[in-house]
């Protein structure tokens, strides 16, 4: 076994490979950017070396620096993880010509499943069914088109080196086709440097269905199961499962052996996964191999027990495979939801900024989350926008389901819009719940998956607006701890006045509504008005924003989070953002409940409305941040000199940036 390696990657599995490692006795060398100079992966590692720039292709892709670092710290092997340089021969090459062990395949294995083309003329070889298609050399646009048209529509149009969805275009008739080849050949050409192309018969409804094969130095190969890929969008996938829905055990066998056919014809060593499309009523054709560790291979380690990172450390080192195919066996069900930062609702669009508050659900038997973040992290513009993996295990697939579901309803994102509501609601929607699986579900369900218009419940301005008291009780305690004269009555919080009720309005906005909750003080508690709705409340918040309330009588728990100026309501599985409105600055329409030259939250700049060296009245517009899904007017607290701005439009803006350099006009 090796004494240290080198991971050439970041993130999620960059720290998935550590953990292994170290349980390992293995020491382990990170790499990292410049912009990830405090990245967990870097706090992780025993070691770490600096590689450049925070461009990946200045860093990360730069195979000479990877191998020096390799060098410098002494590491006998690379893992590449996922991604990057995982499947570049190249890389190989040179590790093999410095004496440094590649975790992954030999070379001829990555070159030959590197084109799709050449890597379906191996396997048509081997006896692995094929989709009917045309995968020649010949790339004349006319024999391309004669050969669509035999094939008959819709077809495929796929690059031969792509891969995550680019380069590839569906085609539903004749007269589509010209239009689509030319706009493939230049999205193949600019991604992968090459605009060959292929086209395969395109099949309705179909299912993307994935064995995890691996294989020694010994000859020895075995498959270590399915993994249904169906749900996703624009050919990203975004759950996955293990076992798929609705696998007989001949079928099983039978593409796990067409899947050990492909990774024999090629010498495959290490892990690898044979990805097929197959139709709805179990016949499958190849599609291709990733000659690397894939994303979703936690839920095959979850129904098997095995640790796959460990498997590659031994298979790379020399060893033969710890398990023959006869001692392999499925135990329950695993799901896999990637959370990322992005906004759903705006065509998926990451999000980047600082991660305010990350609270993961709690990790166990049942639950497993792999993250490459944590609190007080930055989720940056370079970079894939993941969070995290969160995988669940349990003994049917139900059962799983409803472990997910609890899983993401425990999750907090504040800093960042994310996929977690989302998540919950493809989890929930009737057509996965049922396993009526196949890869347009999305969009098949687009009206259940996006609901359009839906009002923000009363109850969560209620528990908003009792955060806030409670949290202004909270302050005035600590400072009456600090204050040489603790019991003074200016501490108190308690909403007395002298012959009258104490009551005060709470307002909220959440887009261009907003909402006012009316307080009144009561001993043990508040009346909580809203829409002419008087509800008793009192509760308990914890410092992380937790909250036990009770409203009316009845109980339920909350989370609150204070980000700037917005509020973060995390109820009943779901999360809200509310913008809370200072009524003391507030003037109106556009007015000062944006005011402030700070960012109130991260954001971007979407507009800036008054120009540098202009003199503006108090309240007036200066600028426009888009964030949490709203638009927030940055106003002139005071009449003044607009000096400069510090950001431009479209830049991003972290929380509590001055955006403005503003002069006040003297009194």
């Known amino acids: 076994m090796f004494d240290k390696i080198l991971i050439a990657n970041r993130g999620e599995i960059a720290c998935r490979v550590i953990k292994t490692a170290r349980r390992m006795g293995v020491k382990t060398v990170a790499v990292y950017s410049e912009a990830d100079a405090d990245a ?112 008959g529509y819709p077809v495929l149009i796929k690059a031969a080196a792509g891969g995550g969805g680019k380069g590839m275009r569906l085609v539903e008739k004749a007269e589509d086709f010209d239009a689509a080849l030319a706009s493939c050949k230049r999205e193949a050409a600019s991604s992968f440097g090459d605009d060959h192309v292929l086209i395969e018969k395109y099949l309705l409804r179909p299912r993307h269905i994935e064995i995890q094969v691996f294989g020694d130095a010994h000859g020895n190969c075995v498959y270590l199961f399915e993994r249904d890929c169906s749900v996703q969008r624009r050919h990203q996938k975004v759950l996955e499962e293990a076992p798929a829905p609705g696998m007989t055990p001949e079928r099983r066998a039978a593409m796990g052996q067409a899947a050990v056919d492909a990774a024999k014809a090629v010498g495959y060593v290490g892990a690898g996964t044979v990805e097929f499309i197959a139709t709805q009523d179990g016949t499958f054709y190849f599609m291709e191999m990733n000659t690397r560790l894939q994303v979703e291979h936690p839920v095959t380690e979850m129904i098997t027990g095995l640790d796959l990172v460990e498997w590659q450390l031994r298979v790379a080192s020399g060893e033969p495979l710890p398990l023959a195919q006869e001692q392999l066996a499925i135990r329950g069900h695993a ?97 996965f719940a049922h396993a009526d699986l196949d890869t347009g579900l999305i969009e098949r369900e687009r009206a259940y998956l996006f609901p359009e218009g839906e009002a923000t419940p009363a109850e969560v301005f209620l528990v908003a607006a009792l955060a806030e008291l409670l949290r202004e009780t909270a302050r005035a305690h600590e400072a009456a701890r600090r204050d040489p004269d603790p019991r003074s009555p200016w501490h108190a919080r308690d909403g007395w006045r002298l012959n009258a009720t104490a009551v005060r309005a709470l307002m909220f906005r959440v887009d261009d509504a907003q909402h006012t909750v009316q307080v009144a003080y009561r001993g043990d508690g508040y009346t909580l008005t809203l829409d002419g709705r008087a509800v008793q409340a009192r509760g308990e918040l914890d410092a992380r924003g937790q909250l036990r309330v009770e409203l009316d009588g009845t109980r339920m728990d909350a989370n609150v989070i204070a980000a700037g100026r917005m509020r973060h309501v995390f109820l009943h599985g779901r999360s809200w953002q509310l913008a809370a409105v200072d009524p003391l600055h507030f003037a109106g329409e556009g007015g000062g409940a944006e005011g402030g030259l700070l960012a109130p939250m991260p954001g971007k700049i979407i507009a800036l409305v008054a120009e540098p060296g202009s003199r503006v009245a108090k309240g007036a517009p200066l600028l426009i941040l888009e964030a949490m899904k709203m638009e927030h007017t940055i106003n002139a607290p005071a009449a003044g000199l607009v000096k400069a701005y510090r950001y431009a439009v479209g830049d991003q803006v972290g929380d509590g940036a001055e955006l403005v350099e503003f002069e006040a006009e003297k009194a």
């Open 40 to 151: 967990r992966h870097v706090r992780m590692a025993d070691e770490a070396v600096l590689i450049g720039p925070a461009a990946a292709k200045e860093s990360y892709l730069v195979v000479e620096k990877i191998i020096a670092a390799a060098k410098q710290t002494g590491a006998q092997a690379i893992h590449p993880g996922y991604g990057f340089l995982s499947e570049n021969e190249d890389f190989c090459e040179a590790c093999e010509r410095e004496g440094i062990v590649f975790i992954g395949p030999p070379v001829a294995a990555i070159r030959a499943m590197g084109s799709k083309s050449e890597a379906k003329k191996l396997m048509g070889a081997a006896g692995v069914p094929l989709t009917p298609g045309y995968h020649g050399d010949d790339q004349d646009p006319a024999l391309l088109k004669a050969e669509a048209d035999t094939i």
């Open 335 to 431: 799901l896999e939801a990637r959370i990322y930062a992005e906004d759903p609702a705006k065509g998926f669009l990451p999000s980047t900024g600082k991660l305010v508050h990350l609270a993961p659900p709690a990790e166990g038997l049942h639950v497993r989350v792999d993250t490459g973040v944590e609190e007080g992290d930055e989720i940056s513009p370079f970079y894939d926008p993941m969070i995290a993996k969160l995988i669940v295990w349990d003994e049917n697939r139900d059962q799983a389901c409803a472990r997910m579901l609890q899983a993401l309803a425990d999750y907090r994102v504040v800093g960042v819009a994310n996929n977690i509501d989302f998540l919950s609601r493809l989890v929930a929607c009737p057509a």
